[in-house]
């Protein structure tokens, strides 16, 4: 059937056939960013992977409940349980209070995932927003044996969990393997295995966020948040849990321990993971000194590029690579994905001036089927992306003079167009150039003006010679009850 999405589970390695615990509706969670600093362009993946799910679920007519969590707890750097609290250090260094700072950066989050055309989650809900929660879930794992509490600090205790259950089942690493990668613990240790990891960390003095539990004063653990908010908001047991590749182990496997130890079952039916993003074919990290953020991105600014990209296509680059398939960014990449971005967008902006004949001499009668079948197979968008270039050649063909099209025709490739293109990819329709339509629309206020005043004055051979000017660069004046406008000819 041709309604039938088919999704990659990532915990049975497999494509399989999605259906909903409660059809029609869809409970959804992503790992949202932490907001220690600016968004890096490894955010805009997952993002934008699970931008088009959403919108893809929604086009199907599931009734989506999407969640992604703001980390804004201030947590330890890394995996591991050292290291400097990011945010605390920069609180105390710029005499913020921390959640000044959260805000500031969860702020300019947004206003990056606005610029890359990012539906906003139904629920973001905020880590700090969450303790009772958190400290709830301590309590029933620890009830069910599988934390222990030391010198204030709670652990989930990895080996007893894996006696009755799985753990590492998600990234299929095995326990003695792990083990063996650690180092070994000293007598100081407070953990009873390498592998336990903190459920509830004790704060210093000096530790900015903390707060009461029954364990004494301090915060939760990282992995912790996602179990305790997703289950919220979406029930013991929802439908699909996303995020990058790189939080498969330990987040994603310490998450699956902690509802099956807290909640007892398996909370997610369908776990979905994008790919990770190189730069110039390189990992991006921080040690490697290539880490660009959105902002950087948007202006420009940075030694790496060459020049500026419109968010747009940033997306588009992003959604010519299957959200499983890793994905290189790189000037020629960026400028060979603006070329066929154009491209579309021309191609859109000439279906809508299309006119019709009596009848089609193209064959546009398998196109929607064709890109559903791509998008039910687990979220093609590389070939919804040449489907619709097929689109573009009847469009131009059309328009060439060398093809007709009937009115129904041109009305289902609208839709096509409208459905797929706008709604489901998010592709924003915008002019090659933002920059130029600014200063467009500014000469023309300002030219508009002038002929207005003109004509209020009986200066018609002043309007007059306006009109006829702009004319002939195909520019057409309309004259309205509320003032004048303009459009470019067809
Ligand atoms: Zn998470």
């Known amino acids: 059937m041709a309604n039938e999405l088919f999704v990659y589970n990532t915990l049975i390695r497999k494509k399989v056939k999605f259906e909903p615990l409660n059809p029609p509706f869809v409970g959804m969670y992503v790992c949202g960013p932490t907001v220690y600093s600016h ?132 990234s299929g690493r095995d326990i003695e393997d792990l083990i063996s990668g650690t180092r070994e613990l000293t007598s100081q240790d407070e953990k009873k295995s390498s592998l336990d990891f903190a459920l509830w960390k004790k704060a210093d003095q000096t530790h900015l966020m903390r707060w009461n539990s029954p364990w004494g004063l301090g915060f939760p653990g990282w992995h912790l948040e996602c179990s305790v908010m997703s289950t919220k908001y979406l029930g013991d047991e929802f439908d699909i849990h996303g995020g990058g590749l790189d939080l498969l182990f330990p987040h994603h496997d310490c998450e699956i321990a902690q509802s099956m130890g807290g909640l007892k079952c398996k909370s997610v039916k369908y776990w979905m993971h994008n790919n990770m993003l190189t730069m110039n074919g390189q990992k991006m990290a921080k040690s490697l000194g290539n880490t660009i953020t959105l902002k950087q991105f948007f202006t420009g600014e940075h030694d790496m590029l060459e020049r500026t990209y419109h968010p747009m296509i940033i997306r588009f680059l992003i959604l010519q690579a299957h959200y499983r398939s890793t994905l290189d960014f790189s000037n020629e990449a960026l400028q060979a994905a603006e070329k066929g971005y154009n491209k579309l967008v021309e191609a859109y902006k000439t279906l809508q001036s299309l006119s019709s004949s009596d009848k089609s001499t193209v064959d546009i009668k398998n196109l929607e089927g064709d890109c559903r079948k791509v998008m039910n197979d687990d979220l093609n968008t590389p070939m919804l992306i040449a489907n619709l270039f097929e689109g573009v050649k009847i469009i131009n063909s059309v328009n060439d003079k060398k093809e007709t099209i009937s009115a129904e025709d041109l009305s289902e490739l609208k839709s096509i167009f409208d459905n797929y293109l706008v709604s489901i990819l998010g592709l924003k329709v915008i002019s090659s150039d933002d920059k130029n339509d600014d200063v467009m629309d500014g000469l023309m206020n300002l030219i508009l003006e002038i002929r207005d005043e003109a004509r209020t004055k009986k200066d018609f051979d002043t309007s007059d010679k306006i009109r006829d000017q702009l004319n002939k660069i195909n520019l057409e004046i309309k004259d309205g009850k509320d003032g004048s406008n303009w459009v470019w000819k067809n």
């Open 39 to 170: 968004a890096h362009l490894g955010n805009a993946r997952p993002a934008i992977t699970f931008d088009i799910l959403y919108r893809y679920l929604n086009f199907l007519g599931y009734k989506v409940r999407y969640v992604s969590n703001i980390t804004d707890v201030g947590h330890l750097e890394g995996d591991t349980d050292d290291g400097e609290d990011k945010l605390i250090k920069k609180a105390k260094l710029e005499k913020l209070e921390p959640m000044e700072i959260a805000q500031q950066f969860m702020n300019s989050y947004h206003e990056d995932m606005a610029a890359l055309n990012v539906i906003r989650p139904n629920i973001e809900p905020r880590a700090t927003g969450h303790i009772p929660e958190q400290i709830e879930m301590i309590e029933k794992i620890m009830q069910n044996g599988y934390a222990y509490e030391a010198n204030g600090s709670v652990y989930f205790d990895v080996n007893t969990y894996n006696t009755d259950h799985n753990y590492g089942e998600l």
